[in-house]
Every structure is written in C-alpha cells, then in structure tokens.
C-alpha cells in the first residue's frame, strides 16, 4: 500500500482503532500527538487567515475539545485575542483533554459560557465541538453553538472534521458546521471527501502528525482519492494510426425535443479523441444533431447494422422513456449484451433499467447516475442515497455487475474491488447537459482501448478538471456544458 495517506481515505474507526497503536509504534505519546494536532490545526489558520486576531474556540467534551484547547494556547501565546467557549462547561474532561485544558487555563486563559456577542466580534471560529463519533442527530447545547457560528460572517477552521458530519458517510447529522478549511489527521475521513460532508469541510488540509509510516501499515485505506494530476491518461498516438484505430463509438438517444443531449454527448466524444462518432436518434432529431457539426454521422434508421459497426455504445442521453424509447432501448441492451459490447450507459437508459425486471448485468458496462436514478434504480428515495454515498454506490455496483459512477460533489467511482472519489470538480457542472459531456467522454476513452473503470476513473476527472478551469476563467454561474470542449480537448492532450 502506498506510503502517502493524502490519496486514501479510511473509517472514523480504523483511525480511532489504529491511531493509539501507531503512535506507540512511533515512539510517541498520545498527549505528544494531541499537541501535533493543536498545532497543525493553528498553523493552518494563520496560512489561510493570517490577519486574524480575535480568536473564539469553540469546545465540547472529547479529545477534539483538547485540539481546541491547544489551538487556544498557541494563538494566545502567538497575541491574539483568544475566547474559549465550552458546550457544556460544567462537565469535567477526562484524560488527555482535560491535560490540555489544565494548559490552557495554566497559560492565564480562561473558559466562557455561550454568548452570542462573542461570536458576533469573532475574526476567526475554530470548531472544536464535536469528534468523529457523532452517528446520531446533534443534540443541545451543541445546535445553538453550530447554527450561531454558521450565521457569523467570521470564517471557520474545523478541527478533524466539521461538527455534525457524519465521518463515514458525509452525511449532515441534523445541523454542521460549515467550515471554511478543514484539518484533519493521521488518516483523511472518507466522509470529508463526497457529498455534504465535502461541502460543509470547505479546503481540505492534511496533517499525518508524523506517524504515516505505521499507520499505514496497520489500515488498509477504503477508497483512493484521484484527481486529474494523479489520473493515468492515454498514451501516445501511433505514428501510422488512423481513424478506425481510436475507436468507432455509437451514441443512442436524442427523442423528439431533446436532440441537444445526444448531440452533446456525440460531440464531447469527438473531443476526447474518439476516432468515428456515429448517433442514432430519433428522426425528427436528425437535423438537430447534424447541423453544425458535420463530423458527426447520424443515422434513424438500421439501428442492428450501427451496433455491428460500433466498438463502444453510450446510451441514454435525451433518450425518452415513449415507445421509441423503449424500442431503442431494448434492441441495444440485447445486442450490447450478446455480444459484450462495451456500454456506457446514462440518464432515461438508466430509468429504463430501473423499470425492467430483465436487465440484472452489465459486467462490460459503466453506468453513471446521478443521485435521482440511483435512487430509482435502488427504489429508495434521493436523501437515502445521499445518506450514504458509498454504499448507494457499492450496491449498485453489485446489484447490476457493473462499474458504477455516482455523480454529486466528490463523484464516487466504484467496481467489484475498488473505490475511487474525485476531488476535482466545483458547482459549475451542476446544469443541465454536463452528465451528457460525461457519458461521451467515458465512452470515447472506452473506445480508445481504455478498460472500463479506467475510462470512468479517467473520464471523471478529465470531466471535474475542465469545470474547475471553465469556472476559474468565467466564474460557477452561468457555465454552458459546451463551454467544456476545447478545455477538454486541451487537457487530454497533457496542455
């Protein structure tokens, strides 16, 4: 297993469970680790908020409430204005927090009870309420602390993880901090990572507290965090390649009035190398499809006669779920099946799936949900799925054999073994159209030769990297999927 902890992610509990051991391992006191933690944690808020001076610390009763009292410390001792609010004041700490508040309270700091004028003058809040352990909704006096410090216009630094995400799943256990940055240690949460938990932890900061080489040695991670740096692309072209060399991909959909998806779709492949890019659509959509982009080739008729050319399939996009849908929708997944024809598979196809009882593998497939059609394809409801990202994921991979991508803020990628999360990506890609870009780019490097969950691994974040750049030139509002095309046309070129 590789030695660098910031691409994995892991458990609350294998950190809880491994964390006492590899220290000890390290030659290193758990008291020792709680300080390396304060200070990773103080460091970080003067790196991001350096002109800060009146801090409020905010404590609850566990070992986070000892971080915070560290944090304290070093920013009094550093001259600033430091406020100590406890959760819960009249409850006595225990074990190494207790250390750090007896230091604290040592150093001439004090400790105050709630008032929300504190938090009104605050430059900085450090939230040091609530530890990885919460799994049940948060409970007073916890509630007003977090709403009040949410409502302040001072930035938050989280300690660990933002109180009142759940670290395993992401999920919002009733109310959360909403952090400006995050610090996390020994090993990064896979809740920080996807979902709400990703958008209450704002910048992620790592800090292994020196003792990677023994944790790693004890946990085996449960997800590996890949971005468009770390992603493996295509390799070089052949000098004497040509066009039927990077694949001959098919796109299926485009009903009566949503030619545009199709086309989204078949143009996006085109620009992620594929080498012949065919749409069947419906044949009112023809003309939609092919004016302006001649290159691609565009058939309603002799559906059969398309799959038998094709190297790759992508289906779904502007699909329908009408007869002709239903039709279409049939004959491809039969063909694609017989034959192991590799899909990908998006949007109404995967609404179609979920209404068909016959369609139960598709072992040479990815199929990419967002959380509605996974929630329609696991019959439950779309906060079920996000709830639980990575088991929504995890059971639709094994419920349909299949790769699965389930989009959302830190896309989660999944097969039989593995488990990948995208840590690029921003709010830019949340419009109409950008799950259509997906599925052609998937589909295209499918088509190139690349395995199935490379493609989708490759593809997501080929995808989230041209979002964040579109959004850093233009801003997050306003951004068209086809905005996507030239930046993605770059980017797999190594530009």
């Known amino acids: 297993m590789s030695a660098n902890l910031s691409q994995h992610v892991f458990c609350a509990e294998q950190v809880r469970t491994h964390e006492p051991a590899a220290a000890a391992q390290s030659g290193v006191a758990m008291y020792t680790l709680m300080e390396r933690a304060g200070k990773g944690v103080f460091d970080q808020t003067i790196k991001h908020f350096p002109k800060a001076q009146n801090y409020v610390v905010l404590v609850g009763v566990g070992n986070n409430a000892g971080d915070g009292y560290i944090v304290a410390k070093l920013a009094k001792q550093a001259g600033k204005q430091v406020i100590v609010i406890a959760a819960a004041p009249d409850k006595p700490l225990t074990g190494d927090a207790l250390t750090a508040q007896k230091a604290w309270l040592a150093a001439g700091g004090d400790i105050t009870a709630f008032h929300q004028q504190i938090i009104d003058n605050a430059d900085i809040i450090i939230d040091g309420l609530l530890g990885t352990g919460i799994n049940s909704g948060v409970r007073a006096p916890f509630v007003e602390l977090i709403e009040a410090a949410n409502n302040s216009a001072a930035p938050i630094v989280a300690i660990d993880l933002p109180s009142g995400i759940n670290a395993d799943t992401g999920a919002v256990q009733g109310v959360a901090i909403e952090a400006d940055v995050t610090v996390t240690f020994v090993g990064i949460k896979q809740g920080l990572v996807t979902g709400a938990g990703r958008a209450c932890a704002g910048i992620g900061e790592f800090d292994d507290l020196s003792i990677s080489d023994a944790f790693t040695q004890l946990a085996t991670p449960t997800a590996k965090l890949i971005s468009y740096q770390t992603s493996q692309g295509l390799g070089k072209r052949n000098n004497n390649s040509h066009k039927g060399s990077h694949g001959k991909l098919l796109c299926v959909g485009g009903n009566k009035g949503t030619a545009g ?50 190297s790759c399939v992508a289906i779904g996009p502007g699909l329908g779920q009408d007869t002709w849908s239903t039709t279409t929708f049939e004959t491809v997944m039969q063909y694609c099946c017989a034959h192991n024809k590799p899909l990908v598979i998006d949007a109404d196809a995967l609404n179609l799936i979920a209404q068909s009882s016959s369609v139960n593998s598709l072992k040479n497939a990815v199929i990419t949900p967002h959380p509605g059609e996974a929630a329609r394809l696991l019959s439950c409801s779309v906060s079920d799925v996000e709830a639980n990202r990575y088991h929504s994921a995890a059971q639709l991979t094994q419920n349909y054999g299949t790769c699965c991508v389930l989009k959302g803020a830190g896309s989660i990628i999944t097969n039989s073994t593995n488990t990948w999360v995208c840590t690029d990506g921003n709010p830019a890609l949340a419009v109409g159209g950008s799950g259509d870009v997906l599925t052609g780019i998937i589909a295209a490097l499918i088509g190139q030769g690349l395995t199935t969950e490379h493609a989708a691994c490759y593809g997501v974040t080929l995808h989230a990297k041209a979002g964040d750049i579109a959004a850093q030139r233009d801003g997050e509002k306003g951004m068209l999927p086809s905005d996507l095309f030239a930046i993605i046309r770059q980017l797999i070129n190594g530009k």
């Open 261 to 310: 998806a199709i086309r989204l779709t078949g143009e996006a492949a085109l620009r992620s190398g594929a080498g012949m890019v065919k749409v069947y659509t419906h044949l009112e959509s023809v003309l939609a499809v092919s004016i302006g982009r001649p290159e691609l080739m565009v058939t309603a008729t002799d559906l059969t006669s398309a799959l038998e050319w094709a």
